[in-house]
């Protein structure tokens, strides 16, 4: 699993912003449910799209400080993981 070898991964340059994404798409779903059981359903699609990218673009900040990454990996990751939420978010929360 993409979020695995991204969390697990030694202190260095060598992940792909694919890979990133993948992790950061699975980390954005997870502390999405976390925040609707806590607060609910968002009242609007937007705010889900939002949310959703605030929680990938955390994880890849975080990944980057502890992995090493350099700026344009992390710009890159951060646009991936921006697609791969949309698509996540339609797959396992449907549609507004």
């Known amino acids: 699993m993409a979020y695995d070898q991204v969390v ?20 954005a779903a ?6 609707c059981a806590r607060n609910g359903q968002p009242e ?16 890849i900040d975080r990944m980057v400080e502890t992995k090493g ?12 993981a921006q697609q791969q939420a949309e698509v996540v978010e339609v797959e396992q929360f449907g549609q507004w």
């Open 8 to 27: 697990n991964a030694p202190h260095e340059a060598s992940l792909s912003h694919e890979l990133i994404a993948g992790a950061a798409s699975y980390e």
């Open 30 to 35: 997870k502390a999405y449910e976390d925040h």
């Open 44 to 59: 609007s699609h937007a705010k889900a799209k939002e949310l959703f990218a605030g929680f990938a673009g955390a994880f």
């Open 69 to 80: 990454l350099d700026y344009l990996d992390k710009e890159r990751a951060k646009k991936h």
